[in-house]
């Protein structure tokens, strides 16, 4: 068994442990942190297929800035940490056959496709390293320039809309 | 040449270890003695007033929005910044241009007083 | 002499190559040897902040005009050590209904979140932990780790005042947090590379960066104080205002964490100043002898967290309001503009050579540095005309 592998599994089971438990803990600022950790998880992954920049920018922005954001969120709303009631609803069963179902339907498929069995490929050196690549595909006009202009009026868009919802409220 | 990453996944490993040392070290040694009054919260020397977790000004979570929105924007702002060195001269513009639509976004945020610690 | 030209590289060697002869695996040796220099690194750091305790308090006392702890060993030296002693041997206090788990990890997160930050710093041009190519968005990464401590801190610590402390810290510094990466995108755009290392290496032969962009020192400088929490921008932890905010709670060696992390961030952030603007472990000979870059480096690093410290001990603290309202409406402006600059003078000149290129780079930051204070000065004309002008309607 590879190291890659082993540490896959490791961050996976991470991911998922910590995901059961922001859905399952009672205290929400418990569940914020857990979000943290599988977050952190995501990245760990990111850093194995050697993607050093996305696993960065996911903590970062992540981590940084929406995780921070939610605690602020939760401390904002009303002065009950803790959810009452039962954790689950009636018909829990129904719903747990459902997604096992799910999850079986999506694995048949995925392991028809012989991707699945293989490793990824690694990215083929150019001239320069893959960063630089990045940058130019972002900006050079035959590549993802036009997305990435959109991409800054789409952060417009999402800023005069929290203003707007911000300031009606005062 | 390894993954970098490695090296990094072993250096925080051992960062979160080696602060342990210490405080594991003073459990062992420090004194022990819990009584009620020690261990009541601080509040400048009187008894505590009301609940623990009083009801907070929208205004944190204003500015981690406006703050999340210019976080976005400086990652994408990276690559960029690394793309100047390889390409002419209509990259800057438009950066330049990525810049001032957010710009645009800070003065309307601005002028509506969102900026405000009210 | 071949050991001095490349120390670490002569050590691993022997080291990978004692590891493979008793028998272990190449990977497996790798890592052993790898962590043992991680180990190495980390107790450096440690041992730096230790004397960094005894740094700050006789910086402190002298701006004061008083003397310092001088009774401990020779010129107090050894001040720090009946501090650690002492810290360790009191009592550990767990305020009622705290949160025990969380209440636990944040000052481990806290210091460990600066601790993570030495592994890309390239001590010499052969001394450092990893060549990583995001290094400068790693430092960011850290800085958010730091953030979220504080947040734990103050909610765990189940006190009104820590949860306040800590949640303006928090809003602060991620404030400060722009104009701190807008400046570090300058070093970006000057090197070509997110790559502290090569960072490094491109400012070899006295062309440091802080020459072609002075602003972007300053800048990084300002937003650098802010990030760390310290004076002038350090309402929530001010002991005499809000009573140490997210510290309140904390006994003990918790507290020495909290506290020996934040000197130690001070002075990583002076290191960082020192390798983005101040030319890192260059000097003369450093080159050939990487030790003698790396106290090169740490020379700059302790004159850049000198200058840390004089601004804490010289300007008086400053609101949160006027915190706020200085980053958004300001330093965020100022930052990007600054970018602006300096993307289209580094386009515009890449090619010229050194002399247009430093001439241009300089003279457009200077031209930025006028401009802002020019529109400074029309704008507190402004207000002062509306304050100082009489009302009509004054006293018959």
């Given at each position: 068994m590879d190291a890659s592998q082993v540490i896959f599994i490791l961050s996976a089971a991470l991911i998922i442990a910590s995901a059961l438990m922001v859905v399952s803990t009672r205290n929400l600022i418990h569940a914020a942190l857990w979000l943290i950790a599988t977050l952190f998880g995501v990245a760990i992954l990111y850093a194995v297929l050697e993607a050093g920049f996305l696993a960065v920018v996911q903590v970062v922005v992540y981590i940084g800035a929406i995780a921070i954001m939610f605690i602020f969120a939760v401390m904002l709303?009303?002065?009950?940490m803790r959810d009452q009631g039962p954790q689950v609803n009636s018909t829990w069963p129904l719903s747990a056959i459902l997604s096992l179902l799910t999850f079986g339907g999506l694995f048949v498929i995925l392991s028809k496709w012989d991707g699945l069995w293989k490793l990824p490929q690694a990215i083929p050196d150019g001239s320069q390293d893959t960063l630089t690549r990045l940058g130019v595909a972002l900006t050079s006009p035959e590549a993802f320039v036009l997305p990435f202009e959109v991409a800054s009026v789409l952060l417009l868009a999402a800023l005069i809309g929290s203003v707007y919802v911000a300031m009606n409220k005062k | 040449m390894q993954n970098p990453w490695i090296y990094i996944g072993l250096f925080l490993l051992v960062g979160i270890i080696i602060p342990i040392i210490p405080i594991a070290f003073s459990a062992l040694i420090a004194p022990r003695k819990p009584n009620p009054i020690k261990q009541s919260t601080y509040e400048c020397g009187i008894e505590t007033v009301g609940e623990s977790w009083v009801q907070f000004k929208a205004q944190y979570y204003i500015f981690a929005l406006v703050f999340l929105i210019f976080d976005v924007e400086t990652v994408f702002l990276f690559p960029w910044a690394l793309a100047l060195n390889a390409l002419p001269f209509f990259a800057v513009l438009e950066g330049i241009l990525f810049i001032l639509i957010l710009m645009a976004g800070l003065s309307f945020a601005w002028r509506k007083g969102m900026l405000e610690w009210v | 002499m071949n050991f001095w030209a490349d120390p670490i590289k002569i050590i691993y060697d022997w080291l990978m190559l004692t590891l493979t002869s008793w028998g272990l695996d190449g990977a497996v040796a790798n890592i052993i040897a790898d962590l043992l220099g991680i180990v190495l690194l980390i107790t450096a750091a440690m041992v730096l902040d230790i004397m960094l305790v005894w740094v700050e308090r006789k910086v402190v006392a002298r701006f004061q005009g008083r003397l310092g702890p001088n009774r401990i060993g020779p010129f107090g030296l050894f001040q720090p050590f009946p501090d650690i002693i002492k810290l360790i041997i009191k009592e550990d206090i767990t305020p009622n209904g705290a949160d025990v788990v969380v209440y636990n990890i944040a000052p481990i997160l806290s210091l460990g979140s600066v601790i993570f930050?030495?592994?890309?710093?390239?001590?010499?041009s052969t001394i450092y932990g990893t060549d990583l190519n995001v290094a400068l968005l790693y430092l960011v990464a850290a800085g958010a780790l730091g953030t979220l401590s504080i947040i734990m801190a103050g909610w765990a610590s189940n006190n009104k005042y820590a949860l306040l402390g800590a949640f303006r810290q928090v809003a602060a510094m991620i404030s400060f947090e722009i104009p701190m990466v807008v400046a570090l995108l300058i070093p970006t755009i000057i090197a070509g590379s997110l790559s502290l290392k090569d960072i490094t290496a491109s400012q070899s032969g006295g062309m440091w960066f802080f020459l072609f962009s002075p602003l972007g020192a300053v800048l990084f400088l300002i937003s650098a104080i802010a990030e760390l929490g310290r004076s002038p921008f350090d309402l929530n932890e001010g002991e005499s205002e809000i009573v140490s905010g997210y510290h309140i709670e904390y006994t003990g060696m918790k507290f020495g964490l909290f506290y020996a992390g934040e000197l130690l961030h001070a002075f990583t952030f002076g290191g960082f100043a020192a390798v983005l603007f101040f030319g890192g472990w260059h000097g003369p000979w450093a080159s050939q002898y990487p030790l003698l870059g790396a106290f090169y480096f740490i020379a700059k690093a302790m004159f850049g967290y000198w200058v840390i410290m004089w601004v804490k001990y010289t300007v008086p603290r400053i609101r949160i309001d006027h915190m706020l309202a200085f980053n958004w409406k300001f330093l965020t402006p100022v930052a990007f503009a600054l970018l602006i600059i300096t993307a289209v003078a580094h386009s515009l000149l890449k090619g010229a050579g050194f002399w247009p290129y430093f001439l241009g780079m300089f003279f457009s930051n200077v031209l930025l540095g006028w401009v802002t204070l020019e529109i400074l000065r029309a704008t507190t004309h402004k207000q002062r005309l509306a304050v100082e002008t009489p009302n009509p309607v004054a006293h018959h």
């Open positions: 709303t009303r002065k009950e | - | 930050l030495w592994a890309v710093v390239p001590l010499a």
